[in-house]
């Protein structure tokens, strides 16, 4: 069975900083990985993916991530942070051993950024 | 492309009487959908899988009878509340994969549902 932690339940970063977003994971096969930001009352907007290849994938609104295997690990990244990345993100996980099984879902991490 | 619609995005209803919400794949062909469940400021809570032309596998402790799982076509999934109660007031978040590259989810924008 395929899980994914987040361990921050809130990041706060100043506009124009950095941010760091971060996610592990456990499967039993090869993980599809995924990033997904949510605004309030809002279903959730894809930002990027990694499913082979390059460790560095690159997604929307200037968001990166990187998939480390040896940390089992997959952080969301973006150079400098804007007000409107504020939002709750939510990092999930997939088996590919499994075809057609769902993705399972971080607890999300809400990022606030301050002007 | 990729974009799923959901369908109302909120809903009041009595309690006792049902809510029917759709979900639909507008720009492609869907085999599988998912049929999420969220709390205030909660992740998702996968409820059920639904399969085109079949019935939906149900998440453990989630009641097949009160939530009726309709997938009959390959742009469209329902989800039916049936006797909602106000302990059925919710978020409710449909996804859908694309039957040919089958990778990431593309989301709804979401149900809010309360029961009174």
């Known amino acids: 069975a395929q899980s994914v932690a987040q361990p921050e339940d809130q990041v706060n970063v100043a506009e124009g900083n950095p941010l760091t977003v971060k996610c592990t994971y456990s499967?039993?096969?090869?993980?599809?990985l995924f990033w997904y930001v949510q605004y309030p009352n809002r279903g959730l907007q894809f930002l990027l993916k990694y499913i082979t290849g390059d460790n560095l994938v690159k997604g929307s609104y200037g968001f990166e991530a990187e998939f480390n295997k040896s940390q089992t690990s997959f952080h969301l990244k973006k150079p400098s942070a804007l007000v409107s990345d504020s939002a709750l993100y939510f990092c999930a996980v997939r088996d590919i051993q499994y075809n057609n099984n769902d993705m399972r879902f971080g607890a999300g991490t809400r990022l606030t950024v301050k002007p | 492309g990729a974009v799923v619609s959901q369908h109302p995005s909120w809903v009041i209803c009595k309690s006792g009487t049902s809510v029917k919400i759709e979900c639909r794949s507008l720009?492609?062909?869907?085999?599988?959908m998912f049929w999420y469940r969220q709390f205030p400021k909660q992740s998702l809570m996968l409820m059920a899988t639904?399969?085109?032309?079949?019935?939906?596998?149900?998440e453990q402790g989630v009641e097949k009878d009160k939530f009726l799982i309709n997938h009959a076509s390959l742009t469209l999934s329902t989800l039916t509340v049936t006797s909602a109660h106000p302990e059925d007031s919710s978020f409710y978040i449909c996804s859908a994969r694309d039957r040919v590259w089958n990778t990431e989810a593309f989301f709804g924008q979401g149900t809010r549902l309360t029961v009174v």
């Open positions: 639904s399969n085109e032309g079949s019935k939906a596998t149900y």
């Open positions: 720009d492609f062909q869907a085999t599988t």
């Open positions: 499967v039993s096969g090869n993980p599809y």
